[in-house]
Structure formats: C-alpha cells, structure tokens
C-alpha cells in the first residue's frame, strides 16, 4: 500500500517538518495542527537545542537532528519541507524516494532547472507535490480572482505591478535571502514571486516574460533592482518593477478589465479596491487568519485524503513561476 492510500485508508495525515525555523513558528506549523485530520509526528532541526525546544513548545511528540530518518520514518506520512531554498531538491528528492507527499516552502527552488528536477521526481514516485504560496488561497487574494475571471468588468487587459522594499543597513544585517548560495539570485526570487504566482492563478500563465536586473547596493551579492514585461496566456499585458534598495516602502498590485480596475497590495494589510467603469470605488476589507498559511494547508490535507480539492498550489504551478523568475532575472547590468 501505498503512503498516499495508507494515510487515505486511516482518514488522517500525520506530518514530519524537515525544518522548524521562523516560518513554523505562527505562518504555518500551528495550522498543520489545528486542520482537521493532520497533526505532526516529528519535527527535524541540525540544532538538537533548538529542535527538542521546538518540540516541547509546540506539543511535537519527537524530534529529530536527521532528516532521512524523520522522511523514512513510520510515523510520518508526509513532509513538509521548511527550509531555505538551497536544501529544497535534497529533501524534496527524499521525500519522493521514501513514497511521500510532499508541502514544500516557496520558493520552489532556486533555479527553474532545480523545480523541473523536483517536479519530475515526484511526478515519477507517483506522489503529490505542493508548495507553499499560500496566498492562492487567502480569501482577500481569492476575492480578487472571483473579480478577475468573473466577467462582471470584462477581461483583464494590463497588470501592473510595483514593490519597494528597503534595504537592510548592511550585509551583516541582511540574512541568508541575500546569499546567492542559499536563498538564490535576491528578494525576487523570495519576495517578488508571490505577486507573479498570484498573477498565474489569477490570470493564467505567463507565455513570455522579459526584465533587466541589477546589483545597486554596493555590498550586495544579488539582483536588488528588477524591472520586467509580461504577457499572459489570455493576452493581458504587465509591466512590473521590483526595488529592494529602496528609501521607502511602496506595495500595489493593479489588474485593469475591459470596465474597471482592481488593485490590492500584495504584503501590506489593505483593501481590495474596486473602481467601476463609472468611477464607483468599492473597498473590500478581508483580514488574513492568524496562520496565514491554514486555508491552503486545509486545501492539502483535504485532497490528500480525498475529501476535496484539487489544492490550488502545486509543483507545476510553482515551475511556472520559477520559470518567469529565471527570465526576469536573465539580463543582469552592473
């Protein structure tokens, strides 16, 4: 039997983090919990402190410093997989050679060569893979989709895109989001792919994708300035512009139909504005749950055991999205 029907057959996922870092702590690991049929087996971290600490705060009933035991283990009948980038493939792969489904952080990877290798695994061990842009399914991203694909304003026709972010004080201060090695080329590839996996599930794919990228931070070892040119597959156009060197803060998201416009930030907390082609203005004021990633980990453990979905965020999906990073960032300058 395989874990997908074993796990089936008891009605119930019990997961195993490989991971237990910031992300865990409120975003999503109280979620994998409170959803109904999951719980958490086991948790795996390198540091035995940190991993027994998280284990007894969280109510964990084991903890691990080995990844390929907690992956293997009897007691797990999926992974989620909570680490940087970097380490993504190596657990993915595992999970797919042990026969698990699998929920991966976003992004999901690097590289889109890396994502086509994950994708390809698990596609091959017959498992599920999921990834984390949980955004796909927050009712206030949601809300917008209804809007987008409704037909109520016509058909989206022009997407514009625009995130300032400012700069940490210097490379000591910036983290491993800023290291090539492990987060990847910058905070586009962190940051900036939730905006282009939400414009794929709103839109549709992206069928061709254009930027210039550059280093303006003198200490910095990434792309901090983006800017890029999209067309999607139902003909609508995007203009988009990523600054994670900036003075200021600056966070919009527009979508302009054939009658009106819609526009929402995509990490600040605000309304989804809708004008009309009259000028009417309607705001739309939806609050994140606290775990902000639960309603898609709903979405996952419904469709795991059969009781729903399909889950609106998968491997292939993501591979879309790191696919339009990969191009973006193609053209670097300086």
């Known amino acids: 039997m395989t874990a997908l029907a074993a796990l089936r057959n008891r009605g119930a996922v019990r997961w ?7 992300v865990t702590e409120v975003k999503s690991g109280p979620a994998f919990r409170r959803v109904p049929g999951s719980s958490v087996s086991a948790i795996m971290r390198r540091d035995a402190d940190k991993a027994r600490d998280y284990a007894a705060r969280h109510g964990v009933p084991r903890w691990t410093t080995d990844a390929r035991e907690l992956v293997f283990a009897d007691d797990v ?8 980038p970097s380490s993504h493939p190596e657990y ?11 929920y991966v952080e976003k992004p999901l990877a690097r590289t889109a060569a890396q994502g086509e290798a994950m994708v390809r695994a698990c596609q091959e061990a017959g498992v599920p893979l999921f990834v984390a842009y949980y955004r796909r399914a927050l009712p206030r991203f949601e809300l917008v989709r209804r809007f987008v694909q409704g037909g109520e304003l016509g058909r989206p026709t022009l997407v514009r895109l625009h995130l300032d972010v400012p700069a940490p004080p210097g490379s000591e201060a910036a983290g491993w989001r800023w290291d090539p ?16 996996d939400l414009l794929d599930h709103w839109l549709g794919p992206v069928v061709a994708a254009d930027g210039f990228a550059a280093t303006r931070l003198p200490w910095s070892r990434v792309a901090d300035q983006v800017v890029g040119s999209l067309r999607f597959e139902g003909g609508a156009f995007g203009s988009a512009a990523w600054d994670f060197a900036a003075a200021s803060s600056r966070d919009e ?12 930030p995509v990490f600040a907390d605000g309304p989804v504005r809708v004008v009309d082609e009259q000028g009417g203005v309607t705001n739309h004021r ?24 399909p889950c609106p965020s998968t491997g ?7 696919r339009v990073l990969d191009a973006l960032l193609s053209r670097r300058l300086g």
Do not use: C, N, W
Request: hydrophobic share 50%.
């Open 181 to 196: 090695v492990v987060g990847g080329d910058g905070l586009l590839v962190d940051l900036g792919s939730h905006a282009l």
């Open 316 to 322: 292939v999906s993501a591979l879309r999205t790191q």
């Open 77 to 84: 009948d999926a992974v989620y997989v909570a680490t940087p």
């Open 253 to 264: 998201l527009a979508v302009s139909l054939e009658r009106g416009t819609i526009s929402v």
């Open 92 to 102: 993915v792969l595992m999970a797919a050679e042990a026969g698990k489904p699998v």
């Open 286 to 309: 939806l609050p994140h749950p606290r775990h902000v990633q639960e309603p898609l980990i709903a979405a996952v453990v419904d469709e795991l055991l059969g009781r729903g979905g």
């Open 16 to 22: 195993g983090f490989v991971g237990a870092g910031d």
